[in-house]
């Protein structure tokens, strides 16, 4: 699954991916709705790779390239109207991992899409604003704290965090070189309480 | 100090002449028969105690009508995330009870259900009612709450009096279990921290007895107001597709007519061995967010008393945790909480602390709702909205 391909870069995750598709479901049989799931996406991207996983979500694998097209065929013919949270992982060498979790639901059908974004200087993905107007919040946080550009965001500004910060605190290469501030003791208290009146 | 009247007085001057400025100008306007307009920009909060915290809402007004209302969040923030992934992982469940700190027994339940996805632990039966019964007493608290700042908001001063007097009878329990009032540290991995005192059953119960003849007495004191109604009938509107378009969750969606509830469509815990109702409605008003709330209470009432009655006899409450653990993979828990939907994303890399933690938290989607909510309004009614939607500034911000 999605741990073990820390090591592997994009690609190989892929062909990975690829290969487990010939044994579909392995050990655990799917449940007739992740099935579902599974052929819908099969049936409108062949070249996508939908992998059931143990907790009852499938997961897939899309390109950045191909996010807008997926997101909106997903919407509108396979139901995916609910989009619940978007997460931005830091992979360290392999770029960053924008996850997006969907739900259909009435139909009750769970589906994680996972962009992978080899990019580490410029790390850019589209936005899904357009598609699942809730994205907006999400994908200002993933950008405050993490640094990944959302292309065609409305409105991209830092959300958290103050707006003159430098930096993405959540990466995992975030250095906080701010002098650390000095502790407050009686003595100092009193010392700089002293000072102050000297001067006046 | 010498300088203070000079400044006074170069004030004064300038107000001075911007009052006649504006007073030539409506001369002018009168002359001429046309009256010019403008709009009115405010800033509601982020000291504001109408906002439940430190909200900033930046409002534009033409006249008493809302044109734009936006939220401004963030000032409240704590980097919970980059802690979680600094700490060994039972240091994050105190900072789990803070994010949404009037129901910090589901937010540590949705952490610590991440965690025992990835790991392989088997939460003992009695610890599972544990958690169950006080994940639903925190409800009927959080609503308790709800539905006594709402009234606040909308100027029943009388409502939250009483709101806080049954509240404060279950803070005791819950202070009985687990030490303390509102901040529990009370769940671990595998199960939770300590047993329930002797007689739980009995103070948890007759506390549901006078509860469910005390909710009589509320909605005869709030809902049939008539005051009440029309401060909430019609104000606020979420349709159905926007509240599906918008993320909504929790008693917000349910409000709006869909009925979804984690509890039911995905069950985790005991929650598909008891019955309940889901309570739904379809005006998608501050009114049906108030009355869908209530009506949670009574189903949390009677999910409290089925679970009371097959509680296990005493046994261990924590499971066997190994020693070392390796988080491998990732985990996407999620539960209902009193506000909305929880979820916790966890991914592990492999040793014993989190490599990446996201929360998710329904007021913060919640309050990209109040730019459609808010938009033709009037002010009064946008301080009935924020309150509707029942915002924790702790868990917007984390």
């Keep these: 699954m999605a741990d073990d ?111 992978r974004v080899p990019d580490r200087e410029n790390p850019t993905v589209p936005s899904v604003v357009g598609v699942w107007p809730t994205a907006n919040f999400h994908e200002r946080e993933a950008w405050d704290l993490m640094g990944v550009r959302f292309e065609g965001h409305p409105d991209l500004r830092r959300i958290l965090m103050r707006e003159d910060w430098v930096g993405h ?29 000297r001067g006046k | ?47 504001h105690p109408s906002t439940h915290g430190v909200l900033r809402v930046l409002a534009t007004f033409d006249g008493e009508v809302v044109k734009s209302a936006k939220a401004d969040v963030g000032y409240l923030h704590r980097c919970f995330e980059k802690i979680a992934e600094k700490r060994q992982l039972f240091q994050v469940i105190p900072y789990t009870d803070r994010t949404d700190y009037l129901s910090a027994i589901t937010n540590e339940l949705c952490f610590v259900m991440a965690v025992e996805k990835l790991i392989d632990v088997e939460v003992p039966l009695r610890a599972q009612y544990i958690r169950f019964i006080m994940a639903e007493l925190q409800r009927i608290a959080s609503h308790l709450l709800f539905f006594g700042t709402f009234a606040l908001d909308l100027g029943a001063v009388t409502v939250f009096l009483y709101a806080w007097r049954e509240r404060e009878r279950l803070l005791d329990i819950f202070e009985r279990v687990t030490g303390a009032r509102m901040l529990y540290n009370y769940l671990r991995i595998g199960g939770v921290r300590n047993d329930v005192f002797d007689g739980f059953e009995k103070a948890v119960a007759s506390f549901l007895d006078d509860l469910e003849k005390r909710l009589r007495d509320y909605h005869n004191i709030l809902t049939g107001n008539r005051i009440f109604e029309t401060r909430t009938k019609g104000v606020g509107v979420i349709s159905a597709e926007d509240a599906i378009r918008y993320g909504a ?8 007519g869909v009925k979804y509830d984690v509890r039911k469509n995905d069950p985790y815990l005991l929650y598909d061995r008891y019955e309940f109702d889901v309570p739904v409605r379809t005006e998608g008003d501050c009114y ?27 046994e261990r409450v924590i499971g066997d945790v190994p020693r070392r ?74």
């Design chain 2, 288 to 314: 049906a967010r108030y009355m869908v709330r209530m009506a949670e209470i009574e189903e949390s009432i009677k999910l409290v008393r089925q679970a009371l009655a097959d509680m296990p006899a005493a």
């Design chain 1, 5 to 115: 391909s820390k090591t592997e870069s994009p690609a190989d995750v892929d062909r990975r991916v690829g290969t487990n598709q010939d044994a579909p479901a392995g050990a655990t049989p799917l449940s007739p709705l992740m099935q579902e799931v599974v052929d819908g996406i099969k049936a409108h991207f062949p070249e996508l790779a939908p992998q059931a996983r143990s907790d009852g979500w499938v997961e897939v694998f899309v390109d950045a390239a191909k996010l807008s097209e997926v997101a909106l065929c997903l919407r509108d013919r396979l139901g995916f109207d609910y989009l619940s949270m978007i997460s931005a992982v830091d992979r360290k060498d392999e770029g960053f991992e924008v996850v997006y979790h969907l739900l259909a639901l009435l139909a009750n059908k769970k589906l994680v899409i996972k962009v």
């Design chain 1, 169 to 197: 605190p959540l990466r995992k290469d975030y250095v906080d070189d701010r002098p650390p501030r000095e502790r407050v003791t009686r003595e100092t208290y009193y010392e700089a309480h002293r000072a102050d009146r």
């Design chain 2, 325 to 398: 653990i390796k988080l491998e993979g990732d985990a996407y828990a999620r539960i209902d909480s009193p506000r909305g939907e929880v979820a916790c994303y966890l991914v592990g890399d492999g040793s014993d602390q989190a490599y990446r933690l996201k929360w998710r938290s329904p007021c913060f989607v919640h309050l990209q709702l109040l730019e459609i909510m808010a938009k033709g309004q009037l002010v009064a009614d946008l301080v009935a909205s924020i309150g509707s939607l029942d915002i924790v500034m702790g868990e917007v911000d984390r």
């Design chain 2, 1 to 47: 100090m010498r300088r203070r009247p000079l400044v006074l007085a170069t004030l004064a001057q300038e107000v001075g002449t911007s009052m006649s400025k504006t007073l030539d100008r409506i001369d002018q306007s009168a002359a001429t028969g046309e009256v010019r307009t403008e709009d009115l920009f405010i800033n509601m909060g982020p000291q």
């Design chain 2, 249 to 256: 969750s929790g008693p917000v969606l349910r409000a709006s």
